[in-house]
């Protein structure tokens, strides 16, 4: 996963995620929030860049300090490609499975694929 902070890949994606709107509305905020000046702290990772299959957006881990607090811990997704969003759910570390969190996306597919990694980690999903 890559971090985007370039202003100038910022701006790129945003461009491409409202052409994505309805689907791409929860992350889109989230990157226009990191573009204006980012006082939340947030960070925008891409799987692949500048073509990307998936966008997670999520707290800075070094500023997420209670690991059991699902609400500081949010992640939003939004994902052209459905193979690559289960690819990072099952091979990156870009999801802490050892922190409470919540995901949230509006995609066909993201809870099955989540129900899926949850179960082969042997993990409760509520």
Same mark, same amino acid.
Not at 27 to 42: F, I, Q, W
Not at 74 to 79: A, D, E, G, I, S
Not at 102 to 119: C, L
């Given at each position: =996963?890559? #971090?985007?902070?370039?202003?100038?890949?910022?701006? +790129?994606?945003?461009? @491409?995620? $409202? $052409?994505? #709107?309805?689907?791409?509305?929860?992350?889109?905020?989230?990157?226009?929030?990191? @573009?204006?000046?980012?006082? @939340?702290?947030?960070?925008?990772?891409?799987?692949?860049?500048?073509?990307?299959?998936?966008?997670?957006?999520?707290? $800075?881990?070094?500023?997420? %300090?209670?690991? $059991?607090?699902?609400?500081?811990?949010?992640?939003?997704?939004?994902?052209?490609?459905?193979?690559?969003? +289960?690819?990072?759910?099952?091979?990156?570390?870009?999801?802490?499975?050892? +922190? @409470?969190?919540? #995901?949230?996306? =509006?995609?066909?597919?993201?809870?099955?694929?989540?129900?899926?990694?949850?179960?082969? %980690?042997?993990?409760?999903?509520?």
């Amino acid at each position: =996963m890559l #971090i985007l902070r370039c202003p100038a890949q910022l701006q +790129r994606l945003e461009d @491409a995620l $409202r $052409r994505s #709107i309805p689907a791409a509305l929860p992350v889109l905020g989230t990157v226009l929030t990191v @573009a204006r000046g980012n006082p @939340a702290s947030c960070e925008v990772l891409v799987d692949t860049w500048p073509q990307f299959g998936v966008v997670l957006t999520r707290l $800075r881990p070094e500023d997420n %300090k209670d690991p $059991r607090d699902f609400y500081a811990n949010q992640l939003t997704v939004f994902y052209q490609d459905e193979g690559a969003w +289960r690819a990072l759910l099952g091979g990156t570390q870009a999801v802490d499975w050892t +922190r @409470a969190f919540q #995901i949230h996306g =509006m995609q066909d597919g993201m809870y099955e694929a989540v129900r899926e990694v949850t179960d082969a %980690k042997g993990l409760q999903l509520e």
